[in-house]
């Protein structure tokens, strides 16, 4: 389906102008002409049948009066055809048998949350009713999807948590209206679906031997570390989804990542034994530069000759000064050294 843009049809301001001059025409004619029903003049009994029959039947042009405000449009179909779409704002009149699609009127995309129909309330009477009826005009502006938290394994198996916000607008009212069932349901569905296929891909830290990019080369990719480049390929994955319903995905943010309840606990010792391991390699490195850097200053200044047994205490001592969790406690030797 190919969208066609109604252009010429901003003259509702004429018609509702017309109609309400000839409404009060009709009303001066049924005066009129009732004067003459007690003489039964033809004439004017002509004249007040005319003013009755558009008093009841004048309404009819106004239901093709339609406003519309900025980044607003209407789809309308006749008897079941579509004949075009009215964009931007203005005041229009079309066909009053035009009736204005939106199946997804109904539908709302939570700001964070997922599709939600809203209940159809009707109610009558004196008992303080209100009828809820939705619009049928389509936002053109820029919209904001959040959907759930999803739990999904990334390529180690690993489950995680992640949330992402996609930004998106309509660009074809005609494929979004009659393309799909409803768009907004339908882009809910394939940002999830997205989600999955590309999340999969990923580990969530850097991990050895995973090829993120499918150029069967291993890198450094992860969900964590990568976030730019996995928002993009989501964004991308999504737009081929939805360009059959005439959507244009604008961007796409990762709003929440996280490692699964049931792990995360697990996750976290492995964390910090890492960030430990790390800092031991650290501490000792320096430690074994600082205990070279003391034997060849001594050496080279000949402070003190030492045997290999005696370097090899002195190393062993500075070690455990240097690696050692707690500060040294100090013992002064006031014998001979041998």
Same mark, same amino acid.
């Given at each position: ?5 109604l252009?010429?049809?901003k ?5 509702l102008?017309?109609?309400v ?7 001066g004619?049924m ?6 029903l007690e003489?039964?003049?033809? @004439?004017r009994?002509?004249v007040?049948a ?5 008093i ?7 239901l ?12 309308? $179909?006749l008897?079941?055809k ?5 964009k931007?704002?203005g ?9 204005a699609?939106?199946p997804?009127?109904r539908?709302?995309?939570?700001q964070?949350?997922d599709v939600v @129909? ?31 938290r999803?739990?999904i394994? /990334? ?17 074809? $009212?005609a494929?979004?209206?009659f393309?799909? /069932? ?5 882009l ?7 989600l ?14 995973? &090829?993120? $990019?499918? &150029?069967g080369?291993? &890198?450094?990719g992860s ?17 081929k ?7 244009e995905?604008?961007?796409?943010r990762? $709003?929440?990542?996280a490692?699964?309840p049931?792990?995360a606990?697990v996750m976290?010792q492995?964390?910090?034994?890492s960030?430990?391991? /790390? ?12 205990v070279e ?13 030492? &045997?290999e047994e005696?370097?090899a ?13 707690? /500060?040294?406690q ?8 041998y």
């Open positions: 389906m190919k969208e066609k843009v252009n010429t049809k003259n509702g301001m004429a018609v102008f017309v109609t001059l000839l409404y009060l025409a009709g009303i004619c005066i009129w002409g009732g004067l003459g003489k039964e003049i033809p @004439e009994i002509a007040f005319v003013g009755a029959l558009w009841c039947v004048g309404w009819l042009p106004a093709g009066l339609k406003v519309l405000k900025p980044q607003e449009a209407l789809v309308l $179909t008897f079941g579509y004949i075009g779409t009215l931007g704002e005041f229009y009149f079309v066909n009053p048998f035009c009736v699609v939106n997804a009127a539908t709302k995309l939570n964070s949350g @129909e809203e209940p159809v309330v009707q109610t009558a009477g004196n008992s303080g009713a209100s009828v809820s009826i939705p619009s049928k005009r389509i936002s053109l502006k820029v919209m904001t999807l959040s959907n759930n999803q739990k394994n /990334d390529c180690l198996g690993n489950p995680v948590e992640i949330g992402i916000a996609v930004m998106w607008r309509i660009v074809d $009212t494929k979004a209206v393309d799909v /069932d409803n768009y907004k349901a339908f809910s569905l394939q940002c999830d679906a997205a999955r296929n590309v999340v999969r891909v990923y580990p969530y830290d850097v991990a050895p031997n995973v &090829d993120t $990019t499918g &150029d080369i291993a &890198d450094d969900l964590r570390g990568s976030s730019e480049i996995v928002a993009g390929r989501i964004r991308d994955e999504i737009q989804r939805v360009e059959q319903a005439g959507i995905i604008i961007e796409s990762i $709003t929440y990542l490692y699964a049931e792990i606990a976290l492995r964390q910090q034994a960030a430990i391991i /790390d800092a031991r390699k650290m501490i000792v490195e320096g430690a074994v530069g600082m850097m003391a034997l060849d200053r001594l050496s080279a200044n000949k402070t003190v000759e030492l &045997d005696r370097k205490a002195m190393v062993s001592n500075l070690l455990v000064v240097l690696c050692g969790n707690r /500060d040294a100090p013992v002064v030797n006031s014998g001979s050294l």
